[in-house]
């Protein structure tokens, strides 16, 4: 069925195209004979206990390539190759509740995206969305592609976009959907395939089939005890890929849970071994064809081949700029005896130009940051190793299947690492959490001859060090409170909220503090672009207001009555002061009721809004996987109004202590003169947990989020 599509693909190249490819495809795929999609049955256990349920899931994937002859200057021509991704995705979801409903009666997706080479040729990425309803009665409604919303964005109206709602969705029906995705590109590689084999509802029926070209090279990896493919050639030597699933019950949680690590999944890279050049040797060997779970080793080998790259590649004129505008600070590390503050200061101010003065067009990636960070430190005589590992999201390095999913870093002899920015105001020397407990290779020696190297497991933070800590002075008004909020993050705390909370004022502002640079950020800047960022800053700080309200509701789980300001105290770019810290003042309603004469007081929102897990979510038959380890502590303070006290039993309220190997949560509170003085801890004492400690984990987590229903009484 899809060699068919292929043909009407080929030729929906604009909106009328498309519209017509998009009713054939439709007509193609419903009218296509299935046992597995033509039987709506769904076992009344599951339609009790989920929400929703795939009765049935298959993906056909065909890699195509074709060769021709392409103008390569006025009067030049050489081969080419045209490499093309064609991926259809059908499912059968039967919809048991109004959750589901929800959740499936609007898709927004792109549809059409165009790009054309240096060379002319046209790039193209093609999707289509089918859905179709099958009434409990046997009565199927047809959605029409002309409820589609559509929108154009990019240049010429390159990407054009379309939202579809799905009217008349009701509990009991199934929906039948597919998805098409086409991808042609020119003398580059394809985009990978990830095959998932778990889903956040169960799965009755999964197959995948996989069409591959005879002179492409696909190298894919099982990983979370997915089934091996089946492996067949057809007629034209072209490779066939078949594997399935039946009754996949076990369902992803909504918490805790990581794919990369407990999904059962594969992934697959497609490769034109003409057109991967020296860059990816692994797929240059013996059995370029297919490569089944290859050794991680060969992967690894085109990473380093990469970093070889990237770090010759230092030397073109836009890293010198990089350098040219840093050379004060390397002359001055050079000669600092203090190595590891000398490395800090270096990091701190590259990423300072990375972020100010790198043109938007030529950003550098994470990739080239490492490597141009690790030959100044080169040239400061910084003495430092390089590390290859993969973060959270990716499969581990021993499976590594891709040199693009590698992350770089550079540790120097103090335990200092040092890996590309993801936050605003990272603290240089600071291992992100998405790498700690990582496997990683530890590189001894890199050149072109021998790489040398050993692996070892990448340092965890406790959960002290990983703390958000609040101090929270409340004073009663009536039956609305006044509240003065003081919150400090330290640790991977910070990586969650800085980006959004460090406004690019204040960021920029605090490198040029505490890099004391002769000339400040904006009067570095040409008289144009000082303009333009001088817009942009007064944009942010417009927004910044907004910005910090929403931050109440997203403590309190309410709005504010009245927001008052707030400022940020510290941003935690100095590494001599690397906590994160921010004050807002403001005005809550509905913490207060009277009771008579009496005031009844919400003191355990005064913690803010904890996780509670309900339902479904309580019974879990995987492992935990955290952001990491961390400690939340708060100390509050409630100024009691003259002429009322508060009761030695509603204090006894608010004394509490669950602890377990898994974490603890704590509250304590007493009365000094007119002030309430409560004080409370809730710690994770792990990033990882085993299933076996899911219940001591619901005890913690129980308990902080019973506590906020805690009220006391302050009587007259």
């Not at 081969?79 to 499936?104: Q, S, V, Y």
């Not at 000339?519 to 942010?540: M, N, Q, V, W």
Request: hydrophobic share 35%.
């Amino acid at each position: 069925m899809l060699a068919l599509l292929l043909l009407f693909a080929a030729q929906a190249n604009d909106e009328k195209k498309y519209a017509e490819f998009a009713e054939q495809l439709k007509q193609q795929v419903w009218s296509t004979p299935s046992v597995e999609f033509s039987n709506y049955y769904c076992p009344d256990e599951y339609v009790k206990n989920y929400s929703a349920v795939i009765l049935a899931s298959r993906t056909d994937v065909e890699l195509t390539r074709k060769s021709y002859i392409k103008m390569t200057g006025l009067m030049g021509f050489s081969g080419a190759k045209k490499l093309g991704r064609h991926e259809l995705t059908r499912m059968l979801i039967k919809l048991n509740d109004d959750a589901a409903i929800k959740k499936f009666s609007e898709f927004d997706y792109s549809t059409f995206k165009k790009s054309y080479t240096i060379f002319g040729q046209q790039e193209s990425e093609m999707k289509v969305l089918g859905v179709r309803i099958i009434k409990p009665n046997g009565k199927i409604v047809n959605v029409n592609t002309s409820d589609y919303m559509v929108t154009r964005e990019g240049s010429y109206d390159s990407e054009v976009s379309h939202k579809l709602a799905v009217p008349g969705l009701e509990v009991g029906d199934v929906m039948d959907i597919f998805f098409f995705d086409e991808e042609i590109v020119h003398d580059r590689n394809m985009k990978p395939f990830t095959f998932i084999m778990k889903d956040e509802y169960p799965i009755l029926h999964y197959r995948v089939r996989c069409v591959v070209d005879k002179k492409i090279t696909v190298q894919y990896r099982t990983l979370n005890g997915a089934p091996d493919f089946k492996v067949s050639t057809d007629k034209d030597k072209h490779t066939i890929l078949e594997t399935e699933m039946h009754n996949i019950l076990s369902v992803a949680p909504s918490l805790w849970y990581n794919k990369a690590s407990q999904s059962p999944m594969i992934l697959l890279y497609a490769y034109d071994k003409s057109v991967t050049g020296g860059g990816i040797k692994s797929v240059k060997n013996e059995d370029r064809g297919l490569q089944a779970n290859p050794d991680y080793r060969n992967i690894l080998i085109d990473d380093f081949t990469l970093m070889l790259y990237e770090i010759k590649n230092a030397r073109n004129s836009r890293f010198h700029k990089a350098f040219g505008f840093m050379k004060k600070d390397i002359d001055i590390a050079k000669k600092d005896p203090d190595k590891e503050a000398a490395a800090r200061r270096l990091y701190n101010t590259f990423v300072y130009y990375a972020a100010g003065f790198d043109k938007d067009n030529e950003k550098f990636t994470s990739y080239e940051f490492v490597a141009a960070l690790r030959k100044m430190f080169n040239m400061s005589e910084i003495p430092s190793t390089l590390i290859i590992t993969t973060d959270t999201d990716n499969e581990p390095i021993d499976q590594l299947i891709n040199n693009q999913n590698t992350s770089w870093l550079i540790k120097t002899p103090a335990g200092a690492y040092f890996a590309a920015p993801v936050y605003k105001c990272q603290t240089p020397g600071i291992l992100p959490a998405n790498l700690q407990g990582r496997e990683a290779a530890f590189i001894n020696r890199l050149d072109n001859e021998k790489t040398d190297y050993y692996l070892e497991t990448l340092p965890i933070s406790d959960y002290s060090q990983n703390r958000d800590m609040v101090k929270l002075n409340a004073s009663i008004q009536g039956t609305t409170v006044d509240i003065d909020r003081t919150e400090t993050l330290t640790g991977t705390q910070k990586e969650l909220i800085t980006s959004v909370l460090i406004s690019n004022k204040l960021m920029m502002d605090d490198y040029d503090r505490l890099l004391k640079r002769e000339k400040t950020y904006l009067e570095a800047l040409s008289k144009k672009d000082r303009k333009g960022i001088e817009d942009k800053f007064e944009k942010d700080k417009e927004e910044q207001n907004e910005i910090y309200r929403d931050e109440v509701d997203l403590y309190h789980d309410m709005k504010p009555l009245e927001f008052k300001g707030f400022e940020v105290l510290q941003t935690g770019l100095d590494p001599q002061n690397p906590d994160f810290s921010y004050r807002s003042q403001y005005t809550l309603d509905g913490l207060v009721k009277k009771a008579g004469d009496n005031m009844v007081l919400s003191v355990g929102k005064l913690l803010g809004s904890q996780l509670s897990v309900e339902g479904h979510d309580r019974e879990r038959d995987c492992d935990v996987y955290r952001n990491s380890a961390n400690q939340l502590l708060w100390d509050i303070n409630v100024e009691i109004p003259s002429g009322y006290t508060v009761s030695q039993e509603s204090l006894a309220k608010l004394q509490q202590s669950v602890k377990n190997d898994a974490g603890e949560f704590t509250a304590s509170a007493k009365v000094e003169g007119n002030t309430l003085h409560l004080q409370a801890s809730k710690s994770y004492f792990k990033a990882y947990y085993p299933l076996s400690q899911w219940q001591d984990l619901l005890k913690i987590i129980d308990a902080a989020s019973n506590f906020t229903n805690r009220q006391i009484i302050i009587h007259k």
